[in-house]
């Protein structure tokens, strides 16, 4: 059974620090790898897409993918009370072609 | 724009009730989806639409109905659902060509908060 793994969290940091989320997964086929943030009562919003192994910036965050080892992983930087959501990773169902597996999310609160 | 409504918001419906959730996109993506999403869980897909065709059923119990009367619309058709139904009901929709993995960038619409009593 095809799986994305994250950490539940609750990950806590201060305002201007780096968070970093993490997520692994299980289908070595997979080929497109997504983050969206959720905050509560609010549908997930789509914040980076990566498909290619290393590093992709856009403004504050950073995605960073490993297909090697399965790793994807997303930064960012100089964290505001406005990030605390969840973070959800998704990674494309290969055989399905366009469906999405999520993970759990990872809740992060960022503290002023 | 990268915008997907959802009608209603909310509703609230007695088990015998039918009603009918929808959802557009004006974005030209010919893969349309619906989601269900509990509380402090990851969504769930439930259909996906690709060119207008059901592609995907992931073994839905047949109280959801769904319906794409064209590449901008997508309905899902709710007839005697019980209490555990209740959940954020999502629409998505992402771009063509559809069955390119690396073209797969999903957009949400905001949700229909659905309750049965």
């Known amino acids: 059974q095809k799986e994305v793994e994250q950490n539940s969290g609750p990950l806590s940091v201060p305002e201007g620090a780096i968070a970093s989320l993490n997520c692994t997964y299980s289908?070595?086929?997979?080929?497109?790898f997504f983050w969206y943030r959720q905050y509560s009562g609010k549908s997930p919003e789509l914040i980076m897409f990566?498909?290619?192994?290393g590093d992709k910036e856009d403004g504050r965050f950073t995605a960073q993918l490993n297909k090697a080892s399965q790793y994807v992983s997303l930064l960012i930087r100089d964290s505001q009370p406005s990030d605390s959501a969840t973070y959800l990773c998704a990674v494309n169902d290969n055989q399905a072609g366009t469906a999405l597996i999520f993970g759990k999310g990872t809740t992060l609160s960022v503290s002023s | 724009d990268t915008e997907v409504t959802q009608t209603p918001k909310h509703l609230v419906m007695g088990m015998t009730n039918k009603k009918s959730l929808k959802c557009e996109q004006h974005?030209?993506?010919?893969?349309m989806y619906w989601y269900k999403q509990k509380a402090k869980k990851p969504p769930e897909l439930m259909f996906v639409y690709s060119y207008e065709k059901l592609s995907i059923n992931e073994s839905v119990p047949s109280r959801f109905s769904p319906e794409c009367p064209n590449s901008s619309l997508l309905n899902l058709h709710l007839h005697a659902l019980q209490p555990e139904d209740s959940a954020l009901y999502l629409c998505?929709?992402?771009?063509?060509?559809?069955?390119?993995?690396?073209?797969?960038?999903?957009?949400f619409g905001p949700g229909t908060r659905l309750t049965v009593l």
């Open positions: 289908d070595r086929g997979s080929q497109s």
């Open positions: 998505a929709s992402s771009s063509p060509p559809a069955d390119r993995a690396e073209y797969n960038e999903q957009f």
């Open positions: 990566i498909y290619s192994n």
């Open positions: 974005m030209g993506h010919r893969a």
